[in-house]
């Protein structure tokens, strides 16, 4: 089993506000890293799937970044709004297997 | 519009039920997964499966068991339901490339009593 870890667990943010939090893990030999955004009461939806040592993503105003060699990955959020507020899971696709995150859990007040 | 859905969102249960929890995805998906999701913890791996009648255990598979007979059909056993199997069970699929997605189902709540 894999320790995938993110920080914080949550946080608040008033609208208009970037913010970022952190996926860590331990190894540098996976298929993907992935990200989710995990709204209350819906289906946890894909962000961003990151593969490459330096690869980096966006979609809109949401962004991702992954360092390999360190084991680490940021998830940018430029000029945070109201429907940004969710939960947000990484997960290390390696072998079979994803390994999940706890998620940070992203309050956006307006 | 991809589709995954699960049978129940909320189901209550007693002690010594026999529970079935059903997935189905209409993206011919070869694999499928089901994980259960608790406070504090990460999803979790129950088991998966990577074609029809096949299956292969995750991270916490006692007291589980699966089903596969057909390939956008995937369902979770409960064979005798314990109160410690109270959860938020989530069931996906993803296509067979390496770097391919996982598309989750709405998730069913679980109450053991």
């Known amino acids: ?110 | 519009d991809v589709k995954v859905t699960q049978s129940s969102r909320y189901l209550v249960k007693r002690t010594g039920e026999k529970v079935f929890l059903e997935c189905v995805q209409d993206m011919d998906h070869e694999n499928m997964f089901w994980y259960r999701q608790d406070p504090g913890l990460g999803l979790r791996l129950i088991y998966f499966s990577y074609d029809v009648k096949m299956k292969e255990k995750g991270d916490i598979p006692e007291g589980y068991s699966v089903s596969r007979e057909k390939k956008e059909r995937f369902s979770l056993i409960l064979e005798s339901a314990s109160t410690n199997q109270t959860s938020m069970y989530l069931c996906a699929s993803k296509n067979e490339r390496e770097e391919g997605t996982q598309y989750f189902g709405p998730g069913t709540r679980l109450l053991v009593l």
Not at chain 1, 65 to 76: A, D
């Open chain 1, 1 to 110: 089993i894999l320790n995938v870890e993110q920080s914080p667990q949550s946080l608040h943010v008033q609208e208009g506000d970037s913010t970022n939090f952190t996926c860590s893990f331990p190894s540098s030999n996976f298929y993907a890293l992935h990200w989710y955004r995990w709204e209350t009461a819906k289906s946890p939806e894909a962000l961003f799937v990151m593969t490459l040592n330096g690869d980096e993503k966006k979609k809109g105003r949401i962004s991702a970044t992954l360092n390999t060699k360190e084991g680490y990955s940021y998830l940018y959020i430029k000029g945070s709004q109201p429907e940004d507020s969710a939960t947000y899971l990484c997960a290390l696709h390696t072998g079979n297997q994803f390994y999940f995150g706890t998620g940070t859990s992203l309050t956006v007040i307006p």
